[in-house]
């Protein structure tokens, strides 16, 4: 994990309690198992006061909504925060972003793998430094590396617009999501 501020962890409880109007559950810190299964194991152990404990998840931190309910959570859950940890924090906030805003995984059906694959392809990097219009900081940036003023004059290309230039990227195939740049294909 990157942190400990992005340590996921539910609070789970039973549905039979909270019927019988009671909040007692207990706070699971998902970085202490391998995998979902295990992790399950130890909620229904917590829970073995109970016939059959119906498990209830009452709240959470650091879980991506896509990847949890009140009742359930996710199969891909685990390799999410596990290739989400071997990320920069910046990479990983774009990671759920693209997954929760641009190609809606895991409904897509794609597997993680091939859903990171078009991350990394779709994925320009984060242009929202100091508050700063992020498709204008990455029109600067695409007209630069792209060379596209290359061998024009400096008294001309002092006239380039910019502004314009950026609005017509961002029409055409580029799309900014809190001051992260994916391309739209």
Known sequence: MRNLEHIPRIYV?????????????????????????????????????????????????NIPDFLISECSLHKEAFAYFEATGEMDDETAEAFNIYCKQINYWPSNGYELDDQLEGFRESYQGFF???????????????????????????????????????????????????GHIFTDY
């Open 13 to 61: 409880g039973t549905y039979g309690q909270y019927n019988n109007g009671s909040l007692f559950g207990k706070w699971f810190d998902l970085t202490d198992y391998v995998d979902r299964k295990e992790f399950l194991q130890d909620c229904f152990e917590f829970h073995r006061n109970e016939l059959d404990p119906e498990l209830m998840f009452q709240d959470w931190e």
């Open 128 to 178: 929202g430094v100091s508050g700063k219009d992020a498709a204008l900081e990455y029109a600067y940036q695409y007209v630069e590396d792209t060379g596209l003023l290359s061998g024009v004059p400096q008294a001309i290309e002092r006239y380039f617009d910019y502004e314009a230039f950026a609005k017509d990227l961002f029409l055409e195939g580029y799309s900014e999501h809190e």
